[in-house]
T-cell receptor, first 116, second 113 residues
Framework: AQKVTQAQTEISVVEKEDVTLDCVYETRDTTYYLFWYKQPPSGELVFLIRRNSFDEQNEISGRYSWNFQKSTSSFNFTITASQVVDSAVYFCALSEAKTSYDKVIFGPGTSLSVIP | DVKVTQSSRYLVKRTGEKVFLECVQDMDHENMFWYRQDPGLGLRLIYFSYDVKMKEKGDIPEGYSVSREKKERFSLILESASTNQTSMYLC???FGRGTGELFFGEGSRLTVL
């Protein structure tokens, strides 16, 4: 069975601090995708990144970076120099790659508050 | 830009009422999904559809049904609403190429009294 765990329910940081959101996943598939989505207060989830299981290179996009480690089944997300606009609920997610159905399993989410 | 539109942002219904939640996407996506979001539980998949008139149960289909008569429209139906169906309902769509990138609507918050 597939499962995504986000142990941090809520995190508060002061603006400009760095913050890491943890994600641990379980799957029996050898080929899968991992994702991060952001849900701002407006409610609409926004796709941030996708990684496939064969690509363990870390990725950086501006202030965002992602660390994928198959050995620990983790896909952690770091925001550098956090800003108030980063306040949102962040979801880690997993899908199997063997179908075109895009059936995505989401973790419970981490609510991030960035305090000015 | 991809647009996924949900018909109602907020609904209040009474126990036993039939409830329709409508979702329309404008990007000719193959797949459409209904999730419900509850605090501490994240998003849970109710039903999805990979083609017109095709549907598959997700993880929590009990008490729900769906309809997809046209490619752009996916409806979630609560035949007899109950208080434990009070939740935020999110519709999503995707290209259907197995990439897993979903495009979401703004959500419909349903309260069942």
């Amino acid at each position: 069975a597939q499962k995504v765990t986000q142990a941090q329910t809520e995190i508060s940081v002061v603006e400009k601090e760095d913050v890491t959101l943890d994600c641990v996943y379980e799957t029996r598939d050898t080929t899968y995708y991992l994702f991060w989505y952001k849900q701002p207060p407006s409610g609409e989830l926004v796709f941030l990144i996708r990684r496939n299981s064969f690509d363990e290179q870390n990725e950086i996009s501006g202030r965002y970076s992602w660390n994928f480690q198959k050995s620990t089944s983790s896909f952690n997300f770091t925001i550098t120099a956090s800003q108030v606009v980063d306040s949102a609920v962040y979801f880690c997610a997993l899908s199997e790659a063997k179908t075109s159905y895009d059936k995505v399993i989401f973790g419970p989410g981490t609510s991030l508050s960035v305090i000015p | 830009d991809v647009k996924v539109t949900q018909s109602s942002r907020y609904l209040v219904k009474r126990t036993g009422e039939k409830v329709f939640l409508e979702c329309v996407q404008d990007m000719d996506h193959e797949n459409m999904f209904w999730y419900r979001q509850d605090p501490g539980l994240g998003l849970r998949l109710i039903y999805f559809s990979y083609d017109v008139k095709m549907k598959e149960k997700g993880d929590i289909p009990e008490g729900y049904s769906v309809s997809r008569e046209k490619k752009e429209r996916f409806s979630l139906i609560l035949e007899s609403a109950s208080t434990n169906q009070t939740s935020m309902y999110l519709c999503a769509s995707s290209f259907g190429r197995g990439t897993g990138e979903l495009f979401f609507g703004e959500g419909s918050r349903l309260t069942v009294l």
